[in-house]
């Protein structure tokens, strides 16, 4: 598969969710709480976590309109966990994709808000006949998106980074921490449409390897590029994290180790997915992209 199909591919489904996303989150509204939403969602984010939603569902044979609002709705908790990880009490970023972060553009109670309106969206939308007609479905995408985003997953991660600041921790903690803050819902972005798509059990564990690796490697590739990307390429405040002293890969490791580590799951993603069928090569080239972006 060529640069160019894989760029198509990635065109498609982000087009899609745009018009999604588009289609829940009107344009024309004077209501200040439904503009901060659509700002803090409909900003040129990389939508990764559809993608890989639809690649899963490519792979397994199924139409894209399976997991359409699966992919959705990650998004939906992702862009909250964005406006909320920028606010002043934890991060304290005024830059989000090349643009004034939520709570600059709105306010800090505006934003605290759409975030909270945008994860009820989320977790609302799990539950409809558009995201499976099978009710028992439709409660187990719930719950393992509550798992992915809440004390298992990506709230408690955020939760162990902000208390990790400004003290010494173990690689083994450093890894529990991006687990959950970055990789939960990347692994939901395919376990989800996996268990909507019918999998059987041995497919589903090759897939959630996949992505346990991938989440992992997408977090070790963004410790990298705070410290060797730029701004205007990040889009978001270069050294960031150097800043805030926050406990990183390669601060822990050093640059070219953590390089490394991130290589090193980068393979055993593409590893895990031996013996599957051979349209795993869309998943393969969206591992390899993520080990090799710039943003």
């Not at 498609?12 to 659509?38: F, G, K, V, W, Y």
């Not at 990880?85 to 939520?102: Q, V």
């Not at 558009?130 to 719930?142: C, F, G, S, V």
């Not at 059990?201 to 090759?206: A, E, G, I, S, V």
């Amino acid at each position: 598969m060529t640069t160019s199909s894989l760029d198509d591919f990635f065109l498609q489904c982000r087009t899609r969710c745009e018009s999604q996303l588009n289609q829940i989150l009107p344009a024309h509204t004077s209501d200040p709480l439904q503009q901060a939403m659509r700002y803090a969602t409909l900003n040129g984010g990389k939508r990764m976590r559809p993608i890989l939603g639809y690649a899963t569902a490519e792979l397994l044979g199924y139409d894209f309109d399976h997991v359409d609002y699966i992919g959705i709705a990650i998004e939906l908790v992702h862009a909250y966990s964005l406006v909320h990880d920028d606010l002043p009490a934890m991060d304290d970023d005024s830059l989000r994709r090349g643009k004034p972060t939520c709570h600059i553009q709105y306010g800090e109670a505006q934003a605290i808000l759409a975030g909270d309106a945008l994860q009820a969206l989320a977790f609302e939308l799990t539950v409809t006949p558009n995201t499976h007609t099978d009710a028992t479905k439709q409660l187990k995408i719930a719950q393992e998106l509550c798992r992915a985003s809440g004390l298992a997953g990506m709230v408690a991660g955020q939760s162990q980074d902000l208390l990790s600041e400004n003290k010494a921790i173990s690689l083994k903690e450093l890894e529990n921490i991006h687990r959950k803050k970055t990789g939960a819902l990347l692994e939901a972005s395919v376990r989800l449409p996996a268990i909507a798509c019918d999998a059987d059990q041995k497919t589903l564990q090759q897939l959630t390897d996949f992505a346990s690796n991938l989440g992992l490697c997408f977090q070790v590739r963004d410790d990298i590029l705070d410290i060797v990307g730029e701004t205007s390429v990040l889009g978001k405040t270069q050294g960031a994290d150097i800043s805030a002293k926050k406990a990183t890969y390669p601060s822990l490791l050093g640059l070219q180790a953590a390089q490394e580590f991130a290589d090193e799951l980068h393979q055993k993603a593409i590893k895990a997915l031996d013996g599957l069928d051979h349209k795993t090569c869309r998943l393969r080239e969206i591992a390899d992209f993520i080990i090799l972006r710039q943003h």
